[in-house]
């Protein structure tokens, strides 16, 4: 357990929201291997979620699930109220993959035509063109972009047909800052439109910059829930340990105290700011002894998760 | 524009009739699939290339004057190195173009599309064929000019009919070595197959010159009841009848197909 979950069990979606997608009790194998297991995950309408975590978490997997690419080995997908694998699902998302790449052969407009045509409700070309910042190179082949300019056109693709669920997989991956932003840019345009967006990343940065709620992911389970606000408060937050005789509900009531957990004689906290519950727990228990306080705990953690990601970039295959 | 009326206008607008819509969407399908031969002639060069090459060499240089039982070796040859471009062009347009595709992840995010797969396959087999009938036409031509071939243009047009059609069963069998086989080692894999299979079909040699072992092989290949029907329509000596022929190429064709299922179905996780 590396941080506490919200208030809200993961798999709830915020009070008023209609559910867009879900994934109940999911347990996904690849041979010996499990990718996650037993998830629960909601996107409500209108969210804007961010799946945080490292290579391997179990986020692309995930995405897949939703996308119907794959069939869970226990629980159930839904999309839109349908299975994720049926038209009446397909025809209503849109996706970005990681690792995809489109034929060089085809223009910029003669691919999102041809995209836009499966759907039964497709934007308008140009308003897609506009939308992804294509507009000027529709006529280029899309062998000859530049590497911002091809994830542009992915985002093309993946909004063409108008959907009411986008699906983004680490949509920045092997970006530029300046391409990174544009594209966040564009991102938050359609997210500011209403639209329903999940999307992957291994940057706490990306998904704060774009997410309305974080999930934070690792080894197939979800670790951490909550608004950007509350994850970055815990990822900057600090963490306290001691042997006392503090009860744990006491510390608990405190302000500033995010989390307590008891283990035998020890205590263990996270806290905003480790100063004042210090300051507490010290006057309360003159016996306190073993006192270790760290900082950044989460911050920490998900700095590991993005120093790993960025060692093996490139390499992460439907994980 | 405005971005937050959009939905709006979705709701208003009407969704054409969805036969109407397959039937674009099909027709862009095989505009795309098309493009991708004319705009990456890397690709489609070879594929169109050897056939000719190959039939000018041994064909036209080789069996200048000679003749095979009732007819020219020229025209003989026609028929052997047609069948041998048609089933490159299917072979490797379906199997190296699926495989490559989906290593590039390209094959994956067209599954997560509302696209019906079949819609695909039949561009892709719509333009096979359209490929297959180019090369059939240089061949001809080299026949024609450089040969001194002459047939009847019914003659002529049951032989492209006939080679263009029959390239479907190897489309089939593409399809499943592009879902089997790797995007790096499909045109290794694809080629090991190909060109013994040519050779020991009797597309490169006459059967009648083959040596014996291969003369047993032979009617176990599918490339060779292609060619040897092929041969039938110019009045060329054959070795199988038509009914051999027809079912050994459908039982081929419903075993790729079945195979092509299977790894299909299989392909559920992308290549990195």
């Not at chain 1, 407009?109 to 070309?125: D, F, K, N, Q, W």
Request: glycine fraction near 10%; hydrophobic fraction near 50%; proline fraction near 6%.
């Amino acid at each position: 357990m590396i941080a506490p979950r919200s208030p809200l069990p993961a798999g709830t979606v915020h009070a008023g929201l209609q559910t867009a997608a879900q994934l109940a009790s999911v347990t996904q194998r690849y041979g010996k291997v499990t990718a996650l297991e037993r998830i629960d995950l909601a996107i409500g309408s209108g969210e804007v979620v961010g799946l945080l975590g490292p290579n391997g978490a179990g986020k692309t997997t995930a995405i897949h699930l939703l996308l119907g690419l794959l069939r869970p080995s226990a629980g159930t997908a839904r999309t839109l109220g349908h299975p994720p694998w049926s038209m009446a699902a397909r025809t209503r998302t849109g996706a970005m993959l990681q690792i995809a790449k489109v034929p060089d052969t085809l223009t910029v407009h003669e691919h999102v035509e041809l995209t836009a045509s499966y759907y039964p409700r497709p934007r308008p070309i140009a308003e897609t063109l506009d939308l992804a910042g294509l507009s000027g190179v529709e006529n280029r082949l899309s062998g000859r972009l530049s590497g911002g300019q091809k994830q542009r056109l992915m985002l093309a693709l993946a909004i063409c047909g108008g959907p009411d669920l986008l699906f983004l997989d680490e949509p920045t991956a092997g970006l530029d800052v300046e391409a990174r932003r544009e594209l966040w840019r564009l991102i938050r345009r359609l997210a500011e439109a209403g639209g329903t967006v999940l999307l992957t990343t291994h940057h706490l940065e990306e998904a704060d910059a774009l997410a309305s709620r974080i999930v934070i992911l690792d080894r197939g389970r979800v670790i951490a829930e909550g608004t950007p606000e509350q994850i970055k408060r815990r990822a900057l937050g600090s963490q306290i340990r001691c042997t006392t005789t503090t009860d744990s509900a006491t510390a608990a009531g405190w302000p500033g105290v995010l989390n307590v957990e008891r283990s035998g004689s020890a205590l263990r906290l996270s806290a905003d700011r480790a100063e004042p519950v210090v300051r507490r727990l010290l006057a309360l228990d003159p016996q306190l002894a073993d006192l270790e306080v760290r900082t950044a705990g989460l911050e920490e953690a998900l700095l590991a998760l993005t120093a790993r990601k960025h060692e093996t970039a490139g390499q992460e295959v439907a994980a | 524009m405005s971005i937050a009326s959009e939905s709006l206008d979705q709701v208003t607008f009407a969704p054409a009739p969805p036969w109407q819509r397959t039937l674009r969407t099909f027709r862009l399908e095989t505009r795309g699939e098309l493009m991708k031969l004319l705009r990456m002639p890397a690709f489609a060069l070879p594929a169109f290339a050897f056939p000719l090459m190959f039939y000018a060499l041994f064909g036209l240089a080789f069996g200048r004057g000679q003749q095979l039982g009732p007819v020219s070796v020229a025209g003989y040859m026609l028929a052997t190195y047609g069948a041998f471009g048609v089933i490159g062009a299917n072979l490797f347009s379906f199997g190296v173009g699926i495989a490559s595709e989906r290593g590039q992840g390209w094959m994956l995010l067209k599954r997560a599309m509302p696209l019906p797969p079949i819609i695909h396959f039949l561009a892709r087999m719509v333009v096979g064929m359209a490929f297959s009938l180019l090369i059939l036409l240089g061949l001809f031509a080299l026949g024609i000019f450089f040969g001194d071939v002459s047939l009847p243009l019914a003659t002529w047009v049951k032989l492209a009919v006939w080679l263009s059609l029959g390239g479907l069963p190897f489309a089939a069998f593409g399809l499943a070595l592009g879902y089997l086989c790797g995007p790096n080692s499909a045109p290794a894999v694809i080629n090991l197959i190909y060109l013994p299979m040519s050779f020991a079909a009797g597309l490169w040699l006459p059967y009648e010159v083959l040596p014996g072992f291969f003369q047993t092989l032979a009617p176990w290949l599918p490339a060779y009841h292609l060619a040897q029907q092929g041969l039938g329509i110019l009045g060329a000596d054959t070795h199988a009848s038509l009914p051999q022929s027809a079912a050994y190429l459908l039982t081929f064709t419903a075993l790729s197909l079945a195979l092509g299922v299977f790894a299909y179905r299989r392909d559920s996780k992308s290549w990195g």
